[in-house]
């Protein structure tokens, strides 16, 4: 299958800072993408859907504020937690596509931990 | 009523048995069914893609879709140790949106 990058794989911040997450696509050019959030023993929950070049659309009680999602180019997508809380402290994975009815890949997730 | 309802386990079974991991769903416009694979701290890994009723096979890895009793199921046949992860299902209707289950744990024990 194809590759979906997502980087860092984990990051430690202090509460009150802003953190930024890249996801990207290796080999095929990814129309859309997604953003999850995980809790220990949870299942996934979207978070956003981005398609390039324009505005993500948001989930049902996911403040757009504080999770700025940018998707400018057909292989790179970057959600940035702002003024992290211990709260936010979760998994965050993306998942990337090509065209709509495709396979959907993930990336590898990224552990985020606000102290 | 969680759209996607799936028995967490932990599922523990000896090296060589047959796993059965099973699945509902609510949503009866949901039209594509996945069975992913995820290992601690690791993104999902997709194993199966499935449209509509019927069954797949791949390898080791059965899919089987009712929809008329909206029931999902995932056959691991000569698990092996390796298999040890969370097992994810998932649907989705035409659209993009994917809905996933809370997963199940299993151990393959040797």
């Known amino acids: 299958g194809a590759v979906v990058s997502q980087h860092p794989s984990w990051v430690i911040c202090k509460s009150g800072t802003s953190v930024k997450i890249e996801c990207r696509s290796l080999?095929?050019?990814?129309?859309?993408m997604f953003w999850y959030r995980q809790f220990p023993k949870q299942s996934l929950m979207l978070m956003a859907t981005?398609?390039?070049?324009?505005?993500?659309?948001?989930e049902q009680g996911v403040e757009k504020d504080k999770f700025l999602i940018n998707h400018a180019s057909l292989t790179l997508s970057t959600l940035t937690v702002t003024s992290a809380h211990p709260e936010d402290s979760s998994f965050y994975i993306c998942s990337a596509r090509a065209l709509q009815g495709t396979e959907a890949f993930f990336g590898q997730g990224t552990r985020l931990t606000v102290v | 009523q969680k759209e996607v309802e799936q028995d967490p386990g932990p599922l523990s079974v000896p090296e060589g048995a047959i796993v059965s991991l099973n699945c509902t769903y609510s949503?009866?416009?949901?039209?594509?069914f996945m069975w992913y694979r995820q290992y601690s701290r690791k993104g999902p890994e997709l194993l199966m893609y499935?449209?509509?009723?019927g069954n797949k096979e791949d390898g080791r890895f059965t899919a089987q879709v009712d929809k008329s009793s909206k029931y999902i199921s995932l056959f691991i046949r000569d698990s092996q140790p390796s298999d040890s992860a969370t097992y994810l299902c998932a649907s989705k209707t035409s659209y993009d949106k994917v809905i996933f289950g809370p997963g199940t744990s299993l151990s393959v024990i040797p």
């Open positions: 080999d095929f050019q990814a129309t859309t």
């Open positions: 949503n009866s416009a949901f039209q594509y």
């Open positions: 981005s398609n390039e070049g324009s505005k993500a659309t948001y």
């Open positions: 499935t449209y509509s009723s």
